[in-house]
């Protein structure tokens, strides 16, 4: 793991969005792994100001999000077909056939989840992995207790989770109990993964996930055994790292 820690959240999002630029640029084909939360709204905006400042294209890309709720239907406003279009897609030149998330509202959630990760497959898997970090551990909705080598399926999420979302919704109850997530096998199977976590919140999730043992207790610590995976942090994510230091000494303030 690559362990970039910056001062302040807007200097680490930054960062992460300029590894997904880079990659970009690189590549302008890249099939991307993307990601919903608090944490992703701000990078989003810096993505959509690079697009405006003619630094990166989405026009050849495509685009897989990790997850979806069950039930939803993509136009509900607490869908995450919703918050993508509102936050990112609406805003940038990714055509709208290149863009997949999970259908949440079918009839049957785990076709539709069998169809989504044959679909990431049949693209040639992903290019570069975007994820947040669950206060519990998850990535994705790949919540505590999770198989670490799953598929796409439909998983039940833990309570941590329904209480850490319900404040997009009208009432704690409205959240839904399940949705459609890559699986953890799926997302390992990416080329390059980049973790971004920001906020004291996150502190004790990161020492765990980078320095704790490898368990489906925090399905993030799996990451351990990804090949090129970039996690970047602020100083208050960062702030319960052993060897924080050492990371430092590596990557000073970041770079
Ligand atoms: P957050 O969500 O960015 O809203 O903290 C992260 C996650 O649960 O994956």
């Not at 198989?147 to 319900?166: D, G, Y």
């Not at 409205?174 to 096998?185: E, L, N, Q, S, Y």
Request: with cysteine; charged share 20%.
């Amino acid at each position: 793991m690559k362990i970039l820690i910056h001062p302040d959240a807007g200097a680490a999002t930054e960062c992460a969005a300029g590894l997904i630029a880079a990659r970009l640029a690189r590549d302008r084909r890249t099939v991307l792994g993307l990601a919903t939360g608090g944490t992703m709204e701000d990078l989003y905006r810096r993505l959509i100001r690079r697009h405006h400042a003619g630094e990166c294209s989405f026009a050849e890309a495509t685009s897989f999000n990790l997850d979806e709720y069950v039930g939803l239907s993509p136009t509900h406003p607490c869908s995450y077909w919703h918050y993508m279009r509102h936050h990112l897609f609406d805003h940038v030149d990714l055509p709208a056939g290149q863009a997949h998330l999970p259908r949440g509202n079918g009839p049957d959630p785990q076709a539709e989840a069998d169809r989504y990760e044959n679909a990431i497959a049949a693209a040639g898997d992903i290019g570069l992995q975007l994820l947040g970090l669950g206060p519990n551990g998850h990535i994705g909705f790949n919540e505590p207790g999770s198989s670490l080598s799953s598929l796409t399926r439909v998983k039940t999420l833990a309570r941590a989770t329904i209480e850490a979302n319900s404040r997009y919704f009208d009432r704690p109850e409205d959240v839904p109990r399940r949705a459609i997530t890559m699986g953890i096998g799926t997302i390992l199977r990416a080329q390059e993964v980049v973790l971004l976590a920001v906020g004291p919140r996150k502190a004790e999730v990161a020492a765990r996930m980078i320095e704790g043992p490898v368990t489906a207790f925090c399905p993030a610590s799996v990451l351990q055994f990804h090949r090129n995976c970039t996690v970047v942090l602020d100083a208050e994510a960062a702030s319960e790292l052993a060897l924080r230091s050492y990371y430092e000494d590596i990557h000073p303030s970041g770079s």
